[in-house]
């Protein structure tokens, strides 16, 4: 069994900042990727930001230079930073692990930003 388990959502007004964190538990082995998405309401599932286990880093141009991953490979742990968020940016954030046999998911964080 494998766990994510994310913090740090909450409400926050447009060009706020919020960190969230993702600490992924149980029967691990090697995590390979982790990463976050959020959906908006009506809107399909979008990737926020990916990192590799090295570090590699890919980010949603919508979020480019306003947000920065991160990940503690020995606390199986990743985090978002969001800065200068905009009422868009309102949407449940997921992570998620790729631990190579399978893919994990979070139950999700909400984030809100009022404008």
């Known amino acids: 069994q494998v766990q994510l388990v994310e913090s740090g959502g909450g409400l926050v007004q447009a060009g706020g900042s919020l960190r969230l964190s993702c600490a992924a538990s149980?029967?691990?082995?090697?995590?390979?990727?982790m990463g976050w998405y959020r959906q908006a309401p009506g809107k399909q599932r979008e990737l926020v930001a990916g990192?590799?286990?090295?570090?590699?880093?890919n980010y949603a141009d919508s979020v480019k230079d306003r947000f920065t991953i991160s990940r503690d490979n020995d606390e199986n742990t990743v985090y978002l930073q969001m800065n200068s968020l905009k009422p868009e940016d309102t949407a449940v954030y997921y992570c998620?692990?790729?631990?190579?046999?399978?893919?994990?998911w979070g139950q999700g964080t909400q984030v809100t930003v009022s404008s």
């Open positions: 998620n692990a790729d631990l190579l046999t399978a893919i994990y």
């Open positions: 149980g029967s691990i082995f090697y995590i390979n990727g």
């Open positions: 990192i590799t286990r090295g570090g590699r880093i």
